[in-house]
Each structure stands twice: as C-alpha cells, then as structure tokens.
C-alpha cells in the first residue's frame, strides 16, 4: 500500500516556473556582492553559455562522433579526449567572443592566452578553466565536469606578465565554479557570499536556481580516494585511513568509499551529504595528481564558502602561491572535521586508537 501512495505523490511533471535563472539571480544579487557588475554577469553568462554547448555534446555523445581520442596528447602528456578538445574550444570561444575576459589558462593549453576584452570592460576578468575534468568516464557514460576560476587582474598585472606575476593565490579569486554533467546538469558557484546551485532545465535551456545557499555538513559518511595506490601513500595517511574505517563507537555505522575517478563528481557528492575527497602525493604524481589553478583553487574557494576547508595536508590551498599555470597540489577537501582530522594525521598527531566518532 505505502509504494502505491509514494508513488501517486510522485509528480508527473515538475515545473521550473516558480524558479530562478541564473541571470535573474546575478541580476537579483548585484547589490550585494562586489563584482556584480554587468560586465560579470555577461562573464558568468559566458561561461553558463559554454556549459550548455559542452553538455549539449556530452549528451550526445554516443550518437555524434565525440567519444574517443583526438590522437593528440596536451601539454602533461595526457591524451587527449574529443570532448576534452570540443570543451576547451567552447569555453574559449564564449570567453572571447563575449568580450569580458584579457586571460585564459586551461588545462588543454600550454600557455596562458590573453584576449581581446571590450575597450568599455571595467574589470580585467582572468579565467583559468578545465574544461572536462574526467573525461576518461565519458566513455562509459559516468559523470564528468567542468571547473572554473575567476579573477579580478591588478593594475600592476599585465596578461603577458611573467606567470608568477599573472597568476594569483587562490584566495584572491573573485568567483568560482563547477558544472556537474551527471544525471542532471548542475551549475555550482560562489562568489564570496555563500554557493548556489542551479539545475539546467533542458525544456528551457535555463539553468534554475535549485540548490539555495549550499552547506556542506560537518561531519562527512563518505571519503574518496584511490586506494589503489596505497603502497605509495605515508604511513601517516595509511593510518588516517585506517582510523577513518573505524565503526562510530555510538551507533555502530561505517564510513562508505565513494570514487567515481571524476574530481567534480566525487567533490559534488561529498558537498551535498559530507565527507572527504583525497589526491595524495603519490610515486606517479609526487606532488599530488590535480591542478591548483583550475582545479584545486576554485573548489576550494567553493568548498570554504559552503563552510567546509580544503588543504594540501599542511596548508590552506587557498594560500598557495601559484608559479606555474599547470602546477599540482596534494589535495584533501570537504567536510571541516575530516579534512582537519586527516591534516593532524599527516602531521603525526592522529591516534588509530582513537573513535573514529570522537
Ligand atoms: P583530468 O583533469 O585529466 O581528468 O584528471 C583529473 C582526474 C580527476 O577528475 C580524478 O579525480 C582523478 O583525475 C582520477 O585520477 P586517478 O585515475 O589517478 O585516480
Ligand atoms: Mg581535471
């Protein structure tokens, strides 16, 4: 009897009228954060316009010819993907022709581009993307994403400046974001005054406003990370992790594994029920596998606005000074109490002994 009656208070169509746009909500907020301007809110457009040519294809994938290699390999002598290539066009190609922008770097480039923002913009956008996070999965049909960061240039800065001039520590971003391809299409972002979350609606071709003021919960049930790897990990970390599998001395349960193996999709998750999201130092990757300006700095930006924290195991990635457009960092980001834990045990202060509850 009770699934008949879950299922008549299924509704038969859902409807995204009593929502907000993504525009309306920028337009809405302008007041109340600083970088509002209409030139920023060309600039999200910009990149929200992107995402939905990228999801578009993605989408698609298995019936146009977008799945595969290119044969070509990017600058980290990764291959790259179709998609990865068809991504970084689109996003590039918003960017400038929506004339907000002077700088990209993405993770398909091997060098920063400046561009040619309108003589009117008031604000020198710089916007370091990757274009397809995990696009390995696009394959198999698993989730993958899009991330972005978004800086404001100081007037000393020129885009052809030295890299370490150009490129800024994290906590100077003005605003930062994802784009989850799973099974809906998620516009995340901050900028600065909490995160919100829009849902594309595929009838409309809007992005609506349907995760308000997102908060990560303190404590977290699940932790993502490749195990696979674990003869390459400290001892430190392995009794982290061996600390992490203790039952809760209160109620008996068990923290969950969770990798997808696409950082947006592990990073979504984990900010909507909790938990912990790892990329060690490993023998393959001895300074950690991800990127600092266009993966690790823009979540973790994200991640501390929805009142979680995010580190390379010692300090706030948010603090880093960057050097290299493609420089990686070890990353540990979610919830508060598990990245503060995992931080004592990289330090050697961590207790298997300990309740994995206390
Ligand atoms: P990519 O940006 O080239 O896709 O690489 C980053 C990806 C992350 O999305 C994912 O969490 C990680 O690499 C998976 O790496 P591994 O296969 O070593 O676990
Ligand atoms: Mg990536």
Not at 272 to 288: E, I, K, R
Request: glycine share 8%.
């Amino acid at each position: 009897m009770s699934s008949v009656s879950s299922i008549e208070s299924i509704p038969e169509s859902s409807s995204s009228e009593s929502l907000m746009t993504l525009e309306q909500f920028i337009i809405d907020r302008h007041e109340k954060f600083s970088h509002a301007t209409g030139s920023f809110a060309r600039l999200i457009r910009d990149v929200s316009v992107a995402a939905k040519i990228i999801n578009h294809n993605i989408r698609r994938a298995g019936i146009l010819d977008v799945r595969g290699e290119t044969g070509t390999v990017n600058v980290q002598d990764e291959r790259q993907k179709k998609l990865d290539w068809i991504a970084d066009r689109e996003l590039e190609r918003a960017l400038r022709k929506g004339g907000e922008c002077c700088l990209v770097g993405s993770e398909e480039q091997p060098e920063t581009i400046p561009l040619d923002p309108n003589r009117e913009a008031k604000e020198r956008y710089a916007v370091f993307f990757d274009p397809l996070d995990g696009s390995s999965n696009t394959d198999v049909n698993a989730s993958v994403g899009t991330i972005f960061s978004v800086y404001t240039l100081p007037e000393h800065v020129q885009p052809d400046d030295a890299m370490d001039v150009v490129l800024r520590p994290g906590r100077e971003q003005v605003a930062a974001g994802y784009v989850a391809y799973g099974s809906s299409t998620m516009f995340v972002f901050t900028t600065g005054d909490g995160v919100n979350g829009f849902t594309l609606d595929p009838s409309i071709g809007e992005f609506m406003l349907s995760h308000p003021d997102l908060k990560i919960p303190d404590e977290g049930r699940m932790y993502s990370i490749n195990e696979a790897d674990i003869e390459d990990f400290s001892p430190e970390l392995r009794s982290f992790l061996s600390w992490l599998k203790k039952k809760d001395s209160e109620t008996g349960a068990r923290i969950r594994a969770r990798y997808i193996g696409s950082f947006v999709s592990d990073f979504h998750r984990n900010l909507l029920t909790g938990g912990l999201y790892m990329y060690p130092s490993t023998a393959d990757h001895p300074q950690g596998k991800l990127r600092l300006m266009y993966e690790a700095n823009p979540m973790a930006f994200l991640v501390e606005q929805a009142g979680g924290r995010a580190t390379n195991g010692h300090q706030r990635i948010l603090d880093i000074d960057p050097t290299e457009l493609h420089e990686r960092t070890p990353l540990y980001i979610g919830s508060p109490s598990l990245v503060e834990r995992a931080g004592a045990f990289l330090e050697g202060r961590g207790s298997e002994s300990s309740s994995a509850n206390a």
